[in-house]
């Protein structure tokens, strides 16, 4: 597993400091909690202190891992989300960078001011925040339980749509941020090594991050037009597929630059760019994105995730197959299931409601 991040999954460090936070934090609870109810004494104050020590590595390992982020790219949302989805996203890990600061300070001010010098784990001395003082401490504790209380729903709620996010949407938000995918792709490798006719050797092995595009590949639309096929193609798109660590694709992102599209014929490229068709103006992209990949009868592989095209989104079964490097298939869709033909455009006797989508493409590791 790669250390860095990349632009589709977190790296492995970015993971590591994502749950060892989650992990500290819920014993920060737990000890709060188990204090609460004590009277002055030994055990309460070596529970407190135990707080103290992992609250100030909480602040440490916050800080750390924002420096790690800003040294790093960071995974895109996926292009199914709506804008105010990604924005409550970023506003929500915002608000939680703020809390893992917030939260730990509040505590150590609140200590300084009652006199308690917080020392970590018994091996350095903190210096003391505040002066002693009974009113700074009342305002400290108040503010210190708030914000940690505030911490928690939010937490609660980010985890919430970590989830659907998987169940839902079943994009790759919530995987990419997982500690141990490896585990899932060795029970269905184990599943498909048991099955009959099964092909490791259709892909490398080991967790990578492949990509192509326009450049190194080939996706074109079929269409009939007054009862004759006729073939048009993208000239910009990308393509990312990543395998888990026994080389089987895990997930698959397409991004497609709808402006880019070609039919050979100047005036029906820009009636297809028009608002009645692609639209091309509000909705420039069409997109692929797929968090589950299974594998087919025929040693192919079939990728479950959503297509959407102008504001429509829907549940695709996506066919592949992956040989040499390079990932080919075909998908049969209906223009109008994406609103791809208002006004005249929704008569289907000129211009066919079936689509065919050809691609081709040849896939290289990321750097
Ligand atoms: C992310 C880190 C932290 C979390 C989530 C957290 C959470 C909590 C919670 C939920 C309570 C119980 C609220 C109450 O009963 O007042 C508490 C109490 C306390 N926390 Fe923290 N805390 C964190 C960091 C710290 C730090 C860094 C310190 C000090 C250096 C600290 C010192 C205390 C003390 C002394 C109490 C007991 C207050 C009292 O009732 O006397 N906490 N903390
Ligand atoms: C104390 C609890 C938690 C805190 C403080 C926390 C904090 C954060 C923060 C700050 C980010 C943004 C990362 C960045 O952009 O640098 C993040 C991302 C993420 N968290 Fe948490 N988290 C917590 C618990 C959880 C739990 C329980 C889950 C799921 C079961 C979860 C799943 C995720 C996922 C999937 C992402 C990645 C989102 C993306 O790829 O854009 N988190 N978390």
């Known amino acids: 597993m790669p250390i860095r991040n990349s632009l589709e999954r977190w790296g492995s460090l970015a993971k590591l400091f994502h749950w060892l936070v989650v992990l500290l934090v819920i014993c920060q609870f737990v000890l709060a909690w188990l204090a609460h109810d004590l009277p002055p004494g ?26 790690w982020r800003a040294a790093n790219r960071t995974p895109v949302l996926p292009a199914t989300m709506a804008g105010w989805e990604k924005f409550t996203a970023r506003a929500t890990h915002a608000l939680l960078y703020v809390l893992l600061f917030a939260v730990p300070l509040a505590g150590w001010i609140m200590s300084s001011a009652k006199n308690f010098p917080v020392s970590w784990f018994g091996l350095v001395q903190l210096p003391d925040l505040v002066a002693p003082s009974e009113a700074t401490f009342d305002i400290a504790h108040e503010t210190h339980e708030i914000l940690a209380f505030s911490l928690g729903i939010i937490a609660i709620l980010h985890l919430l749509a970590a989830l659907k996010h998987h169940f839902f949407n079943r994009d ?45 590949g080939t996706l074109q639309f079929r269409f009939s037009q007054a009862g004759a096929t006729t073939d048009g193609a993208f000239g910009r798109f990308t393509t990312v597929l990543t395998t888990g660590d026994d080389g089987a694709p895990a997930t698959l992102e397409v991004r497609v630059e709808v402006d880019s599209l070609d039919t050979q014929d100047k ?4 009636t297809l760019r028009s608002k009645d068709l692609f639209d091309v103006r509000r909705f420039p992209a069409a997109t ?22 102008r504001d429509a989104t829907r549940d695709v079964a996506l066919p592949f ?19 791809v033909g208002q ?25």
Do not use: C, N
Request: charged share 20%; no cysteine.
């Open 267 to 270: 005036d029906r490229d820009s």
């Open 172 to 216: 790759t938000v919530l995987k990419r941020m997982l500690p141990f995918a490896r585990v899932p792709a060795l029970l269905l490798l184990m599943l498909f090594a048991a099955g009959p006719g099964s092909d490791a050797s259709a892909a490398t092995p080991g967790a990578q991050t492949l990509e192509g595009s326009g450049a190194t």
């Open 42 to 67: 030994m055990e309460k104050l070596t529970l407190l202190a135990r707080h103290k020590s992992i609250g100030i590595t909480i602040l440490a390992l916050a800080t750390l891992r924002l420096l």
């Open 288 to 309: 692929f994105s797929a968090g589950r990949i299974t594998r087919a009868a025929d040693g192919g592989y079939v990728a479950h995730g959503k297509l959407t095209i």
């Open 343 to 367: 006004g005249e455009w929704r008569a289907t006797s000129m211009v066919a409601d079936a689509v065919t989508i050809l691609w081709s493409v040849r896939l290289a590791p990321a750097h």
């Open 321 to 339: 197959t992956l040989a040499d490097g390079r990932l080919a298939g075909q998908l049969a869709i209906k223009r109008l299931d994406y609103g």
